[in-house]
Each structure stands twice: as C-alpha cells, then as structure tokens.
C-alpha cells in the first residue's frame, strides 16, 4: 500500500463482499462445513455449487459456509436465501442434486422439493 486512498478502496471492497446479510440483490447459498458435514461430503457439494454457478454464469449468486445447524443426521445441508431472505433448507445433499437445485430453484425461482428438510422429515 502506498496510500491511505489505497488502504481506503481495499476497505471498501472487502466490505462489500464480507456483508452478505445487508446485499439481497442475488441468492445466497450456505453449506453446513461443520466435522459432520465435511465427513458426510459437503465439500464435494459446496465445490459442485461452484462449479455449476460458473458454468451457468449467475453472477447474482453468493456461496457460503457456516457451522453445524444441529441437524448432523441430515448433512451435507444446504441453505438457499432468496432476495427476500428466506431460505430453503436443502439436506442429505450430493454434487449431483447441486445441478438441479443451481437450475430450478437459483435460476428460475423453483424450489426442489424433493430435497427439502419438509421432504425429508
């Protein structure tokens, strides 16, 4: 850095990026990475969301991780925000299920029930 104005543009853009819950422009994608999760495979998941963000170029889309939610029988678990905020809890997710979910629920606004905690339970 050579500049407060310099130190002063890399404060800005790490805030933009770091305040997820006040940017509701796009959706919000949080994979549980806790031990349980990591060991049931949400890191091959949250790699897959990655991937098929990238390969289906949504750019409005912000992918996450968090801790354990308390649901360890259920992991790898996956929670989409809307815009709007509210979430869908996707669970005993896998890299293959993350197409489906990226392409009706991200892309076109359809929830896939059939991977939801309701569905589940």
């Known amino acids: 850095m050579k500049s407060i104005a310099e130190l002063e543009a890399i ?4 805030i933009k990026s770091v305040d997820l819950r006040k940017n509701r422009e796009g959706y919000r994608v949080v994979v549980c990475m806790a031990t349980c999760g990591i060991t049931a495979g949400a890191r091959a998941v949250m ?3 990655l991937d098929e963000i990238a390969k289906n170029n949504l750019s409005n889309v ?3 991780q968090t801790d354990c939610i308390g649901m360890c029988r259920l992991e790898p678990i996956v929670e989409v ?4 905020g509210e979430k869908i809890t996707y669970v005993n997710m896998t890299p293959d299920k993350v197409s489906k979910v ?8 359809n929830v896939v029930t059939e991977y ?3 569905a589940a339970e």
């Not at 404060?11 to 790490?14: D, I, Q, V």
């Not at 925000?81 to 709007?84: A, S």
């Not at 990226?102 to 606004?109: P, W, Y």
């Open 81 to 84: 925000y809307n815009p709007n």
């Open 11 to 14: 404060r800005k853009k790490t």
């Open 47 to 49: 790699s897959a969301f």
């Open 62 to 64: 912000t992918i996450t």
């Open 102 to 109: 990226t392409q009706e629920h991200i892309a076109k606004g």
């Open 116 to 118: 939801t905690i309701d």
